[in-house]
C-alpha cells in the first residue's frame, strides 16, 4: 500500500500478474488489468479485510491450544480487538473441525471456527488454563 490521502497504490494478488493498481477515487482505476483488480484495490483501499488464525486455550491438559480462524474476512482495524476476545477465550472437548467457537464475532457477521478436532478426557476448569490477575503481568498486546 502506497500513496498520499487523495492516491492509494496497491500490488493485486488476486492473480498471478501482480498489477499494480492505484485508486486515485472510487470511480477512477488505473493499472489493473482485469475486473478483479479493480475490485481489489477498491476493497483494499475502502474496506480492507482479513481472515483471522488464532488459538483458543482450552480445558485438555494433553492438547492446551486449538486452532481457529474467522470463517471468512472481518474489517482489518477489528483483527486485534478480535484477538484480544480469543485471548481470554477457553474450550473444552469434545470439538469438531468446523465447530463454532464464538458466533458473529464483534458483530462482523463472522464467525470464529474450530480448525481441528479436540477431544480427550481429562479436564481441567477454564478458571484454572486462563490467566488470573493475581498472577505475574502478561505481556501486553499493543493498542492501536
Do not use: W
Not at 6 to 32: I, K, W
Not at 113 to 135: F, K, M, Y
Request: glycine share 6%.
Amino acid at each position: 500500500m502506497r500513496g498520499d490521502s487523495s492516491e492509494f497504490t496497491v500490488t493485486c494478488v488476486v492473480c498471478p500478474v501482480g498489477c499494480e493498481v492505484t485508486v486515485l477515487d472510487a470511480a477512477e482505476v488505473r493499472g489493473n488489468k482485469c475486473d478483479r483488480g479493480r475490485e481489489y484495490a477498491l476493497l483494499e483501499r475502502y474496506d480492507p479485510r482479513r481472515v483471522l488464525t488464532f488459538t483458543v486455550r482450552t480445558t485438555c491438559p494433553d492438547h492446551p491450544l486449538l486452532p481457529v480462524k474467522t470463517d471468512r474476512p472481518i474489517p482489518k482495524h477489528l483483527l486485534l480487538k478480535t484477538a484480544r476476545l480469543l485471548a481470554e477465550k477457553c474450550v473444552s472437548p469434545p470439538v469438531k473441525a468446523g465447530d463454532v467457537v464464538v458466533r458473529d464475532v464483534l458483530g462482523t457477521g463472522a464467525d470464529v471456527v474450530a480448525t481441528n478436532d479436540l477431544s480427550g478426557s481429562l479436564h481441567l476448569s477454564c478458571s484454572s488454563v486462563l490467566p488470573q490477575e493475581s498472577r505475574e503481568p502478561q505481556p501486553q498486546i499493543p493498542r492501536t
